[in-house]
């Protein structure tokens, strides 16, 4: 038989988690009105309407609440990150490859205020900010670096630096994500992008 405590205490916590979660996404649009620094913490106790002593039992600060936001965009964009499955009855590499830049590109256009923020104002924010970014930036560019080995040693790709070849396919990444998802308005054709830039990384430009 269930105890009336444990359920009390499992409501007051499913509550808490309620209340923490509505403050974040609050917090997400006001970062994205106002910017990482022109945001207070004023700003972000209207927006939630909680008292301002709710608000630091869950943040202790706008960095706190910032860092949270961005800790739970790097955790979708690590498990949009898989090895390269090269098993019998894999899917192609390529094909593999594709998949996984649609599903960086859908994660970061499902957090688009976020992404934005981040692009934007990425030489200014706060140092733990940065080394989160640069962190999972360089998890990334060895996963690619990685991937782009397992393609030359299928013989799929051709011979070359393949921490070199990641950093150009991480810029050109990048800036499909400042124009598309940063810089424009309207919706993105994820698949459509994602096919166009491997495309592009993997014949260049000749005909």
């Given at each position: 038989?269930?105890?009336?405590?444990?359920?009390?205490?499992?409501?007051?916590?499913?509550?808490?988690?309620?209340?923490?979660?509505?403050?974040?996404?609050?917090?997400?649009?006001?970062?994205?009105?106002?910017?990482?620094?022109?945001?207070?913490?004023?700003?972000?106790?209207?927006?939630?309407?909680?008292?301002?002593?709710?608000?630091?039992?869950?943040?202790?600060?706008?960095?706190?609440?910032?860092?949270?936001?961005?800790?739970?965009?790097?955790?979708?964009?690590?498990?949009?990150?898989?090895?390269?499955?090269?098993?019998?009855?894999?899917?192609?590499?390529?094909?593999?490859?594709?998949?996984?830049?649609?599903?960086?590109?859908?994660?970061?256009?499902?957090n688009r205020p976020l992404t934005r923020i981040i692009f934007r104002e990425a030489v200014a924010l706060d140092a733990a900010v940065d080394r989160r970014l640069a962190g999972?930036?360089?998890?990334?560019?060895?996963?690619?670096?990685?991937?782009?080995?397992?393609?030359?040693?299928?013989?799929?790709?051709?011979?070359?630096?393949?921490?070199?070849?990641?950093?150009?396919?991480?810029?050109?990444?990048?800036?499909?994500?400042?124009?598309?998802?940063?810089?424009?308005?309207?919706?993105?054709?994820?698949?459509?992008?994602?096919?166009?830039?491997?495309?592009?990384?993997?014949?260049?430009?000749?005909?």
């Amino acid at each position: 038989m269930d105890d009336p405590g444990d359920r009390r205490m499992k409501r007051a916590s499913e509550a808490r988690e309620a209340r923490r979660a509505h403050i974040l996404r609050e917090a997400t649009s006001v970062f994205a009105a106002r910017g990482y620094h022109g945001t207070s913490v004023t700003d972000l106790v209207a927006a939630a309407g909680v008292a301002r002593g709710t608000f630091y039992l869950y943040f202790e600060s706008k960095d706190q609440i910032f860092l949270a936001l961005l800790d739970g965009l790097l955790l979708h964009l690590r498990a949009s990150v898989r090895g390269v499955e090269r098993a019998p009855g894999a899917a192609p590499v390529l094909e593999q490859l594709e998949s996984i830049a649609v599903r960086i590109l859908q994660t970061l256009v499902d957090n688009r205020p976020l992404t934005r923020i981040i692009f934007r104002e990425a030489v200014a924010l706060d140092a733990a900010v940065d080394r989160r970014l640069a962190g999972f930036y360089g998890e990334l560019s060895e996963w690619v670096a990685n991937a782009i080995g397992v393609g030359q040693g299928l013989g799929i790709l051709r011979p070359s630096d393949p921490a070199l070849a990641a950093a150009c396919v991480l810029g050109c990444f990048r800036g499909v994500v400042q124009s598309q998802v940063v810089e424009a308005d309207g919706p993105v054709d994820v698949e459509g992008t994602a096919r166009a830039v491997l495309d592009l990384m993997l014949r260049g430009l000749g005909r």
